[in-house]
């Protein structure tokens, strides 16, 4: 293989912003919460203690910078998918020096009969579950049309401190007063991240061959616990483990050779997930505009609070940043 092929760069622009999410060092805190919505980060925004920073990249991607509690974070908006979380943490990553702690507040569809629309869940890890294309276009083949991996675990300290902070917020403001299906706030379930808002989440379309009818009867089957279905968690679960592999200097594919190229002295990346449920599978019920907007409030500011109160040794901590 050519040398040059053997490394796929990592495109900067000439005043070493990242591409797609067109920030560069100093910007980006290294406290993140990660929103897919537009309007959901400009809301977390009004929060800080003043006017953030903020940058929309051509790609869409968001960014607000400012300090809440006097601690430096970033809300950032990234849209949708694996795709898209996967942007988010690599190139973020590449912007920040030291830890990066990334909490993900987002919506999500519930499995559970018992866990209705306006509940609060804070999932200890993530699968995955993907299309396996050649089960589609392949004849003859064995495999099956989805595939469900193992969970990936949550950073456990952050699920923990987010996870309290969640439940004390969920009491405060008495989440389960004047709903008529149960609310909870829970802690110890897992997410199933799908590929597709349609296929992979089990949602029949007469217009495509999705093969999908009993793939969420199965991730029940094969999941212990699980509880959630949306998009982007488990990239995020994945790639913090990734990180945190090259951090302990293992998971290189290239072991042996002299000049392998050696870990960034980045920091960890300590990763925790909310998810606010908004469409109850079974009954097929959806949440209400009024209510959407009650609960990303308070449970905007337990993330927020949580990410303000999370340790990141000295160290470990970018310092030259605009919020300065
Ligand atoms: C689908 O409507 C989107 O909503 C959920 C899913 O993961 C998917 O991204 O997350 P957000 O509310 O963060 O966008």
Known sequence: MKDELKDANFPTTADKRVYHLGLKKGEVANRMLVVGDSGRARMLAENFDSQPFHLRSDRGFECYT??????????????MGFSAMDFLVREA??????????????????????????????????????????????????????????PVAADPDLHQALFSTVKEAH???????????????????????????YSSQGRIDPSFADTNTTLLQNIIDRV??????????????????????????????????????????HGKIRAAAVQMVFAARASRAF???????????????????????FHIPVEATQTDGIWN
């Not at 400012?66 to 849209?79: D, E, Q």
Request: glycine share 8%.
């Open 171 to 197: 009491e405060f403001n008495n989440a389960d007063a004047g709903t008529d299906a149960p609310s909870p706030c829970l802690g110890d379930i897992v997410n199933a991240s799908a590929d597709s808002f």
């Open 66 to 79: 400012g300090t809440y509690n006097k601690t430096p974070i970033s809300v950032l908006a990234i849209g």
């Open 93 to 150: 990553r590449a912007c920040v020096d030291g830890d990066m702690v990334v909490i993900r507040m987002g919506s999500c569809g519930s499995l559970n009969p018992d866990v209705g629309v306006g509940s609060t869940v804070t999932p200890v890890a993530a699968c995955a579950v993907t299309s396996d294309y050649d089960y589609f276009t392949q004849e003859d083949y064995a495999g099956e049309p989805y595939r469900i991996s193992k």
């Open 287 to 309: 949440i209400s505009p009024a209510q959407v907007k009650q609960l990303q409030t308070w449970v905007g500011r337990a993330c927020l609070d949580t990410l303000a109160a």
């Open 224 to 265: 212990p616990n699980v509880t959630t279905l949306e998009m982007e968690t488990h990239q995020l679960f994945f790639l913090a483990h990734l990180a945190n592999k090259r951090q302990e200097g293992t998971g290189t594919d290239q072991p042996t050779m002299q000049n392998a190229p050696k870990p960034p002295t």
